[in-house]
Nanobody, 120 residues
C-alpha cells in the first residue's frame, strides 16, 4: 500500500509560479514511477510530468515542457512539481500518481488532488 499527500496548490496570476509537493508513505520501495496528472472540468485526466524512481528519466507533456520541472527528494520521500510561467489553461485539479509494482501485482495510487487556478 502507498499513501500520497499533496500540497501547494492555490490561486496565482498568469505568469506566476507555484510548487506542488507530494509526500509518499507506505511501501515506497516498490514505487516504479511517480508523477503528476491534471484534470479540468469536462476534460480527461492527462499526464503532466513523471519521473522514474531513481529520477534518471523524466517525461513531460508538450504543453508544459520548458515551463514545469518535476523532481524528487528521496530523503523526504517527496516529489515536487515546479510550475513557472503559468497560464490560465494550466488551471485544473492536480493529482499525484505513483505506479507500484512487485511480483504478480501492480497498482496505481492517487493523491486526493490539489486545485491550481491561474487568473488572466
Amino acid at each position: 500500500q502507498v499513501q500520497l499527500v499533496e500540497s501547494g496548490g492555490g490561486l496565482v496570476q498568469a505568469g506566476g509560479s507555484l510548487r506542488l509537493s507530494c509526500a509518499a508513505s507506505g511501501d515506497i520501495s516498490r514505487i516504479v514511477t511517480m508523477g503528476w496528472y491534471r484534470q479540468s472540468p469536462g476534460k480527461q485526466r492527462e499526464l503532466v510530468a513523471a519521473l522514474t524512481s531513481t529520477g534518471s528519466n523524466t517525461n513531460y507533456a508538450d504543453s508544459v515542457n520548458g515551463r514545469f520541472t518535476i523532481s524528487r527528494d528521496n530523503s523526504k520521500n517527496t516529489v515536487y512539481l515546479q510550475m513557472n510561467s503559468l497560464k490560465p489553461e494550466d488551471s485544473a485539479v492536480y493529482y499525484c500518481h505513483a505506479h507500484y509494482s512487485r511480483a504478480f501485482y501492480s497498482n496505481d495510487y492517487w493523491g486526493q488532488g490539489t486545485q491550481v487556478t491561474v487568473s488572466s
